[in-house]
């Protein structure tokens, strides 16, 4: 070895630190330095947290179930919330911001991050309810003094109307349009569209929405689960629905606690007035953190500019292979569908004659569930439910051979 490869090798052997902190320090934490100097080659193993807490986690072949944690985030979503957590903003301003860049986007007027489309709709009719009157933003829930009306579709009334309620407003129930028109009082607040249950009322959007114009009342609509497709993001605003609320952790795989609130600016900035930094309001617990508003951020972003055609041929590819093995076994009978509305993707409905395939259909969801690895799907008595927009791809080969395994076995 020459003298000078020699030196080399003697100078990358010495400890950087020891050099410059001087032999007192290092000797008392050199044990320290070494296995700080041993990082970049050897990472230390990573926690699996949901291990350690003796949780199971699962390939989740239902969907995007909020019971089920929603969606998976993508790696630059997590990578803006990580970014996030690194340095302090100003929690306002940067909902200004942010708001400004998705209402640019989305084509809008405004926007904001919500807590969910809960929290957009509970802020959303605050908004409406009190405008800019910070002793009304105060007064919540109570609600004298106020409009405190919000007209439903009976069909639409399920148990997202609570969001409503949360603000100290009243539903108030109506079937047809007449109906509606009938219940128009001095104390209506809103009219409030489901989306999910277009096809159950009697109101179809256009009308809901000339209605509330006719009569000088704002309308909100609840989309929360309808991405797929992505012309929803921008259709509802533009329709002329005043306010128009999304889950950030359905189909747009964002945080699963973040949502958006779109539409008029006038609402949504009235609406900013019950959110967090401000204290003394009913939305002081709808607080979206600076990490999550990033995430929701990067996570529309990247929805948008995805290939959605592809994305739909593979949802369509994944459902085919998993309905096909299913319907070699004998006496299995399938159905591919596509929801109208909410969840609108690719969806397999498996059925058999238990009389032919001797397993009720929870006892196959539970084999699927406790089998290796786990498999969660939805179904009921009469059928078992598949989708596979939420799996990782490769993962509906080990749902359709699982399928198969435990039908052919019963
Ligand atoms: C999921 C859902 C909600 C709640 O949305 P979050 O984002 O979980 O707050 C509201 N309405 C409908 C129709 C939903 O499907």
């Known amino acids: 070895m020459s003298s000078r490869r020699k030196a080399l090798k003697t100078i990358s052997a010495l400890p950087l630190v020891g050099g410059m902190l001087g032999p007192s320090i290092l000797g008392a934490t050199s044990s320290k330095v070494a296995s700080k100097l041993a990082c970049p080659i050897t990472e230390p193993l990573k926690r699996d947290f949901f291990k350690e807490l003796g949780i199971r986690t699962f390939i989740n072949a239902a969907g995007t179930y909020t019971s089920m944690t929603g969606s998976l985030m993508h790696k630059e979503v997590t990578e803006a919330i990580n970014y996030g957590a690194t340095e302090y903003v100003n929690l306002d301003e940067l909902h200004d911001k942010v708001g400004d860049r998705i209402a640019e986007l989305l084509d809008c007027e405004y926007a904001t991050v919500s807590s969910g489309c809960f929290g957009a709709m509970t802020i959303g009719l605050a908004g409406v309810m009190c405008g800019t009157d910070t002793k009304k933003v105060a007064q919540l829930p109570d609600t004298t003094g106020i409009k405190d009306e919000v007209i439903v579709q009976e069909a639409h009334a399920i148990g997202y109307t ?28 809103m009219l409030w569209y489901l989306n999910a249950n277009t096809d159950a009322g009697d109101i179809k959007w256009e009308e809901f929405v000339a209605l509330g114009k006719k009569h000088n009342i704002p309308t909100f609509i609840d989309c929360a689960a309808d991405v797929p497709p992505v012309d929803n993001l921008f259709k509802f605003t533009k329709m002329g629905f ?4 999304f889950s950030g952790g359905k189909g747009i795989r964002g945080p699963q606690s973040a949502g958006l609130l779109l539409g008029k600016r006038k609402y949504i900035e009235a609406a900013r007035l019950h959110t967090p930094p401000r204290g003394t309001t009913i939305a002081r617990g ?7 508003v990033l995430g929701m951020l990067v996570a529309l972003e990247l929805y948008l500019g995805r290939d959605h055609d592809k994305e739909w041929e593979l949802w369509e590819n994944q459902i085919k292979l998993i309905s096909d093995s299913a319907k070699s076994v004998k006496g299995v009978e399938t159905k591919i569908h596509v929801p109208p509305y909410a969840n609108h993707v690719p969806s397999l409905k498996i059925h058999w004659d238990e009389s032919v395939v001797k397993i009720s259909k929870d006892e196959m969801r539970k084999q699927l569930r406790d089998g290796h690895p786990s498999i969660e799907t939805v179904g009921n008595k009469k059928e078992v439910g598949i989708t596979t927009w939420m799996m990782e791809p490769g993962q509906e080969r080990i749902v359709a051979s699982r399928v198969k395994e435990i039908l052919e076995n019963a």
């Open 162 to 189: 609570h969001a409503l309620i949360n603000t100290g407003a009243k539903i108030v129930s109506v079937k047809t349009a007449k109906d509606l028109e009938k219940a128009i009082t001095k104390n209506t607040a």
């Open 286 to 292: 709808m607080k979206v953190n600076k990490e999550e």
């Open 242 to 245: 005043d306010l128009v609320a």
